[in-house]
């Protein structure tokens, strides 16, 4: 921070929800003591911190279509409740000491360049690359559990225009950002107007499915829209159809290869 100048922070590391749940010890450490250290050297520097929370931060006690910003945050997994905790110590250090705290509570996110990395919503992107692969894939959430989603540009987007707001347009410092709501089951119904073969079997992660079902259903993110202008590119058959030319054609490539 000091030798490079730096004045923007964007705080990523955490584990993700099921794979916290697996090790709370570690959790604690990495999302909740890591987040500590981040604070307090950018509230020495004065930086303009970034550090995303999650649909996660929500409970079984929200309101979960819609959530709106604020409402009741009682989540049941240590990955929300470090989020919560994120939120509420980015904004009292806004208050208390001037801190340019910024934060976007992220639905699922969909891309073609990186791996699932042990989150609920991990099952979508985890599809494309069986779908592409052998044309079958096995879920490990109900067919109907509906979640809130967004593909990877459009939340690098939000990121940086929420970044690049002026501090006057910010009404509050956390906001949920959307762009669709999707089940497994719609989501394989779309996958199947590229590649009708598809098959898809349910096999539930209780833990999993318990997570999700305590989780929001859609985002009301009309805050973000009406502050700073957030505004979603890609609905659910424009994914579909770029994460299946991108995998495919990497796919290809590493055949060839």
Sequence with gaps: VVNNRITWLFHY??????????NVPLARAVNITGFHNILDIAAEHNLRLFVPSTIGAFGPTSPRNPTPDLCIQRPRTIYGVSKVHAELMGEYYHYKYG??????RYPGIISADSQPGGGTTDYAVQ???DAIKSSKFQCNLKP?????MMYIDDCLKATL??????????SMRTYNISAMSFSPEELVQEIKKHIPEFQVTYNVDPVRQAIADSWPMK??????????????D????EL???MLNAIGSDSRVAQTN
């Design 161 to 170: 225009d929420v970044m690049e707001a002026p501090t006057t347009s910010l």
């Design 99 to 104: 801190l340019d705290f910024r934060c976007l």
């Design 13 to 22: 590391s955490a584990l993700l929800s099921a794979v916290a749940e697996a």
């Design 240 to 242: 579909v159809t770029t």
């Design 127 to 129: 599809i494309f690359h």
């Design 144 to 148: 109907d559990t509906r979640l809130p």
């Design 219 to 232: 985002f009301d993110d009309s805050n973000a829209r009406r502050d700073w202008g957030w505004k979603h």
């Design 234 to 237: 890609m609905d659910l058959s």
